[in-house]
């Protein structure tokens, strides 16, 4: 069995879609879909309700904590965590059950984005290396529940990199497997702030976290240059 977990917080624009899709997806299989929300002040919890999937409150805000909620609360022997905004291809499950036969107890996919820009197809390029620091959490990731726990989760003091940090931690354990097809995701976020400026910005919180500088200096360049 499947759990597909997705934390949400404020996604009424974006997460109907993401759900249709999973149920369409899913449809006939062994899979359950959670949704485990920080606390939004928009429809996304009534949304969630309306498609009829499980939607739980996290006992703490933020994208690690609501994860590891989700996580303690899937029935699944399999995890597929998978942003608000997300679109997997598919073919996942099949991808996934092939990973996981072929010894591989953990994995993502590449990246693309919807819509599309040059810039982006460049960015998108390098998540096809088996690279940590081209791994992040908008590509999801599916790991057995047994070394999730065994790794003690996603890492709840990192407010931000926590995405990152947990492929570094499941490489030690596990081999873990890139599909070689794309996730699609969002680029409202680069649209917004400029494709540039926001890869700028990226860059600068990946240096600061290799560099060990604080997380409350990363979040708080983060929410002024970001949020």
Known sequence: MISIIIPAYNEESVIQKTLLFLKEATTGTDAEIIVVDGGSTDNTVQICKGQKVQVFLSDSKGRAAQMNFGAKKANGELLYFLHADSIPPATFLNDISRALANGYKAGCYRLGFYPDHFLLKVYAWFTRFDIDLFRFGDQSLFVTKSVFTKIGGFRENLAVMEDQQIITDLKKMVNFRIIPKQVITSSRKYERIGMLKLQF????????????????IMVDFYSRHIK
């Not at 910005?201 to 409350?216: A, E, G, H, P, T």
């Open 201 to 216: 910005i990226f860059f600068v919180i990946v240096v600061m976290y290799y560099m060990r500088i604080n997380q409350d």
